[in-house]
C-alpha cells in the first residue's frame, strides 16, 4: 500500500525518483506526486499512474539533488490530486509522503482545526506535518525533535520522509509498521518502500527498524529511535538482479512470473533438497524443528493466495506428520479471541512478509507463547523480522499484483517443512518420503510441460473472454487450487468466480448452472477422480459449459468436456503445483483479451499494509 521513494544526491533527483515509483508502483496506483528542492519546496502531483504525473512534468525545470515522491493507494479520501501526497505543512515550509494510517488522525485535526489549522485534503497524511510543524513551534526546537516527539504521539503505521525548505539538504525518514529501506551509494542516499528502486544504484542498504528516525544531513546519515538513543546503522548487502525487477520482454509482469516457475520452483530447492542422498534442510528451521515435531496443533495465518497455499498445507501436514491444522484468515484470527497454547505452532505465509493483518495475528499468537515460523519471498522485510524462525520461499521480485510464483514457492517450502518433520517424527515412511523427494525434483520440468499449453490455453479464454461468471471445482488436493484460480479470474479480469469443493456444489452453486456457466473442473487422475467425474456428469446434464484440467492421456474425461487442458502426472499431494498452472494462465489472457491492466487491477494492491 503506497510506495516511497527519496533521492538526495549528484544525481538529478526527479529522474530517479519517477524511475523508483515506477518500480513500487505495484504498491498502489492511484495517484502520485513528487516534492522538490527547485527554487523552493515544490509539490507536484497527480491523480492516476506514475506515467500521468510524469507527463505534467514535462518542460517543467526541475532540477534538483533532492527529493522524494510516492504512488498512493487510497485508504483516507478518495484518489483525486488533493488527496495525492507529498503533503505540505500548514507554512508550506514542510513537506511529507507517508506509507501507512495514522489512527488518532481525527483527534489531531480537531485539535489542530481547534488551533487554526485549516486542511486541503481529506488524508490523515496531512494532519501529520501539520501537527510535526505545530511541535516544531511550540517547542521552538530542530525538526528532527519535533518529527520525534510527533511520533511519540501519534497511534498507527507509517513509513515517512519530510523535507524542509529551510534545510534544503536534509531528508528525515521514520518508520513503524511499514517498510523503509536506505541505499547507500557514493555521496549519495536513497529511500524506498523495497529496495527495488535503489539497486541500479547500489547494493549497500539499511533496513529502518521500527520505531526508528533516519536523518540524512548534509550527505551525513545518523540513526536514532524514538527515544533518542543513537544506533549504528547496519549496513546490508542486498541480492537483487536488475533484470529481476525487469520485464524482460514479456508483454506483462504476470506472464514473465508465471513463465519463471520451473525457475522459481527450482530455486526454492537449490541447496536444501537433494533427493539421490535423501538430504533435505532448511537452514531456517533447524533451531525450531523440535518445536514442529512435538506441536500439539499447527496454526497456519495468512491471507489472499497465501492462505490458499495454507489451505493445501493444511492437507499435506496431517497426511504426512499427523499433526491438527488449522489454517485462518489472519484478519479473522486477529480479531476473535483465539485458543492458542504454548505446544502450538503457528505457520505465516506471506509473499510481502508486509500484510498487516498477517503481522498483526502474528504479534498475537506471540503474545500468547506460541512458536512462530514465517515463509515469506521478501528478504529482509516485516514479517520475517517478527517470527521467531522461518525459510524464504526465494522466488525472486515478484511484481505482477496477481501473486503466481509465489503461490508455488510457497507450496514447495511448505512441503519440504512437512517433510522434514515427518520425516523426523517417523510419521512418514522412509520409502514415502523418498518418493516426494524425487518427484518434488521433477516439478520443474512437468511446469515446463504445462506452460507448453500456453497457445491452447489461449483459445478457451478466446471463447469465453465475455463470460460473467465462472466456477472452479476441485476436489482433496485440488479444491483450494478451485479457490485460487477463481481468485486469479476476479482479480485481473473483473469476471466474478466462484471456487468450491466439487462435491458442495449440490449444496447450492448447481442453482447457478445453465448453458451460460463455464465451469473448470480439476480433475486429475487421483483419489478422487471417480467422485469428480459424477459432479462433472451433474454440470453437463445441466447443460454448463465444462474446462477440464487433465491428467495427460485420460480418454474418459475429454468426452464429457467442451475443453481439456493436458498436465502431466504427478504424485497426488504435490498436484496443486501443476494443476494451477493452467488456471493462471486462463486468467492472465481472459484479463488481456478483455484490456484490463493485468499487472496493476483496479482497486488492488500487491503489498496490503493496512488492515
Ligand atoms: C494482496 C495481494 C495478493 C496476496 C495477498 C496477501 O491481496 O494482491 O496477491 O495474496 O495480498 O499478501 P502476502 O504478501 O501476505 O502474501
Given at each position: 500500500m503506497c510506495g516511497i521513494v527519496a533521492y538526495l544526491g549528484p544525481r538529478q533527483a526527479q529522474e530517479v525518483i519517477i524511475k523508483g515509483l515506477k518500480r513500487l508502483e505495484y504498491r498502489g496506483y492511484d495517484s502520485a506526486g513528487i516534492a522538490l528542492m527547485?527554487?523552493?519546496l515544490n509539490v507536484y502531483k497527480k491523480k492516476g499512474k506514475v506515467s500521468e504525473l510524469e507527463s505534467t512534468l514535462k518542460?517543467?525545470?526541475?532540477?534538483?539533488?533532492i527529493g522524494m515522491g510516492h504512488t498512493r493507494w487510497a485508504?483516507?479520501?478518495?484518489?483525486?490530486d488533493g488527496n495525492a501526497h507529498p503533503h505540505y505543512s500548514a507554512t508550506k515550509k514542510l513537506a511529507i509522503i507517508h506509507n501507512g494510517i495514522i489512527e488518532n488522525y481525527s483527534a489531531l485535526k480537531q485539535d489542530l482545526i481547534s488551533k487554526g489549522h485549516s486542511f486541503?485534503?481529506?488524508?490523515?497524511t496531512e494532519v501529520f506535518i501539520h501537527f510535526i510543524e505545530d511541535i516544531k513551534e511550540k517547542e521552538q526546537c530542530a525538526l528532527e525533535e519535533a518529527v520525534r516527539l510527533a511520533l511519540t504521539k501519534v497511534v498507527g503505521a507509517y513509513a515517512i520522509v519530510v523535507m524542509s525548505l529551510e534545510e534544503p539538504n536534509l531528508l528525515i525518514a521514520a518508520r513503524k509498521g511499514s517498510p523503509l529501506v536506505i541505499g547507500v551509494g557514493k555521496d549519495e542516499f536513497f529511500m524506498a518502500s523495497d529496495a527495488t528502486p535503489i539497486i541500479e544504484y547500489t547494493n549497500e542498504v539499511i533496513y529502518l527498524n521500527d520505531q526508528e528516525i533516519a536523518v540524512i544531513r548534509d550527505n551525513k546519515l545518523s540513526i536514532k529511535d524514538t527515544s533518542n538513543l543513537p544506533l549504528t546503522p547496519y549496513v546490508q548487502i542486498v541480492d537483487m538482479e536488475l533484470e529481476a525487477i525487469e520485464?524482460?520482454?514479456?508483454?506483462h509482469f504476470m506472464l514473465k512470473e508465471i513463465f519463471e516457475q520451473p525457475r522459481s520452483i527450482m530455486d526454492c530447492m537449490r541447496g536444501r533438497l537433494d533427493s539421490a542422498s535423501g538430504r533435505l534442510v532448511l537452514g531456517g528451521l533447524r533451531d525450531y524443528v523440535n518445536a514442529l515435531v512435538n506441536a500439539d496443533r499447527i496454526v497456519i495465518i495468512a491471507c489472499g493466495t497465501s492462505w490458499h497455499a495454507g489451505l493445501v498445507a493444511e492437507y499435506f501436514f496431517e497426511e504426512t506428520c499427523r499433526i491438527p491444522v488449522e489454517v485462518e484468515y489472519a484478519s479473522e484470527f486477529r480479531y476473535r479471541n483465539p485458543v492458542i497454547h504454548e505446544g502450538d505452532v503457528v505457520i505465516a505465509i506471506s509473499?510481502?512478509?508486509?500484510?498487516a493483518d498477517t503481522l498483526a495475528a502474528i504479534e498475537l499468537a506471540k503474545s500468547k507463547g506460541a512458536i512462530i515460523f514465517g515463509v515469506c519471498?521478501?528478504?529482509?522485510?516485516?514479517i520475517p523480522r517478527a517470527t521467531h524462525a522461518g525459510a524464504y520461499t526465494?522466488?525472486?521480485?515478484?511484481?505482477?499484483?496477481?501473486?503466481?510464483k509465489a503461490f508455488t514457492a510457497q507450496l514447495t517450502v511448505l512441503y519440504m517443512i512437512a517433510l522434514i518433520v515427518a520425516h523426523k517424527k517417523g510419521s512418514i515412511s522412509e520409502q514415502n518420503y523418498r518418493e516426494l523427494l524425487v518427484e518434488l525434483e521433477n516439478i520443474p520440468g512437468k511446469v515446463e510441460t504445462v506452460l507448453a499449453h500456453d497457445p491452447q490455453i489461449l483459445q478457451i479464454a478466446e471463447t469465453f473472454k465475455d463470460s460473467t461468471n465462472f466456477l472452479y471445482l476441485g476436489r482433496g488436493y485440488n479444491f483450494p487450487v478451485a479457490l485460487e484460480g477463481a481468485l486469479k479470474l476476479k482479480e485481473i479480469s473483473y469476471i466474478h468466480a466462484e471456487g468450491y469443493?466439487?462435491?458442495?456444489?449440490?449444496?447450492?452453486?448447481?442453482?447457478?448452472?445453465?448453458?451460460e456457466m463455464p465451469v473448470v473442473f480439476i480433475a486429475t487422475?487421483?483419489?478422487s477422480y471417480e467422485k469428480i467425474i459424477s459432479n462433472i456428469q451433474e454440470v453437463k446434464a445441466r447443460k454448463g459449459k465444462v474446462i477440464s484440467v487433465i491428467t495427460e492421456g485420460?480418454?474418459?474425461i475429454p468426452k464429457m468436456s467442451e475443453y481439456v487442458i493436458e498436465i502431466p502426472a504427478t504424485l497426488e499431494p504435490l498436484t496443486p503445483l501443476i494443476s494451477v498452472i493452467p488456471l493462471q494462465l486462463l486468467s492472465y489472457h481472459m484479463a488481456v483479451l478483455r484490456g484490463c491492466n493485468v499487472d496493476q487491477p483496479r482497486n488492488l494492491a500487491k503489498s496490503v499494509t493496512v488492515e
Open positions: 527547485n527554487g523552493g518542460g517543467l525545470n526541475l532540477e534538483s539533488h485508504t483516507h479520501g478518495e484518489p483525486n486541503q485534503s481529506d488524508t490523515d520485464k524482460g520482454g514479456y508483454e509473499q510481502s512478509g508486509e500484510t519471498n521478501v528478504v529482509g522485510s516485516s526465494h522466488a525472486g521480485p515478484e511484481i505482477g499484483v496477481a501473486s503466481t469443493p466439487a462435491a458442495e456444489m449440490k449444496h447450492g452453486p448447481i442453482a447457478l448452472i445453465d448453458e487422475k487421483d483419489s485420460d480418454t474418459h
